[in-house]
């Protein structure tokens, strides 16, 4: 692989957010899907962090990476899928590769997600990977750290 600012799994592929993914974006956000796009790429034109599209098996499927924490300690985490490919396991190994990724390629030591209280499954998923609960922030969600 020779672009750097690529991503990859054994079963999943990242590429730099851009205007293709609007469709995948508006299934996993909703109305902030056209919003929340934008804000991906401009923060990847500017830094080259933010979340990758994901295909799995030739299709997107999803979005994760990373954001610059900038008001807390670390790389932010944060990975969204559409349910069609729940109960893959795709979740755990994006998040998985996409450490190793952080810590090789970005040098990142500290990690921190935000999950919302109802979502038992991403909860255990960050769990596996050695997150834990530290404080709850101010959307109410809950914030794991690694670290």
Same mark, same amino acid.
């Given at each position: 692989m020779t672009d750097r600012t690529a991503f990859r799994t054994m079963r999943l592929s990242g590429r730099a957010p851009g205007p293709l993914a609007l469709g995948l974006y508006q299934s996993l956000f909703g109305q902030s899907g056209e919003d929340d796009l934008e804000r991906d790429m401009q923060d990847w034109s500017r830094h080259r962090i933010?979340?990758?599209?994901?295909? $799995?098996?030739? $299709? %997107?499927?999803? #979005?994760? /990476? !990373?954001?610059?924490?900038?008001?807390? %300690?670390?790389?932010? #985490? +944060? !990975? $969204? !899928?559409?349910? %069609? #490919?729940? /109960?893959? /396991?795709?979740?755990?190994? !994006?998040? #998985?590769?996409? +450490? %190793? $990724?952080a810590t090789t390629e970005l040098r990142a030591q500290r990690f921190f997600g935000r999950v919302d209280r109802a979502a038992d499954t991403s909860r255990r998923v960050m769990e596996k990977a050695g997150f834990a609960p530290s404080d709850a922030g101010s959307d109410g969600a809950v914030v794991m750290r690694l670290g």
């Amino acid at each position: 692989m020779t672009d750097r600012t690529a991503f990859r799994t054994m079963r999943l592929s990242g590429r730099a957010p851009g205007p293709l993914a609007l469709g995948l974006y508006q299934s996993l956000f909703g109305q902030s899907g056209e919003d929340d796009l934008e804000r991906d790429m401009q923060d990847w034109s500017r830094h080259r962090i933010a979340p990758w599209t994901l295909a $799995h098996a030739g $299709h %997107d499927v999803g #979005v994760g /990476g !990373f954001r610059l924490g900038f008001g807390d %300690d670390g790389l932010e #985490v +944060l !990975f $969204h !899928f559409l349910p %069609d #490919v729940w /109960g893959q /396991g795709l979740a755990s190994e !994006f998040l #998985v590769g996409a +450490l %190793d $990724h952080a810590t090789t390629e970005l040098r990142a030591q500290r990690f921190f997600g935000r999950v919302d209280r109802a979502a038992d499954t991403s909860r255990r998923v960050m769990e596996k990977a050695g997150f834990a609960p530290s404080d709850a922030g101010s959307d109410g969600a809950v914030v794991m750290r690694l670290g």
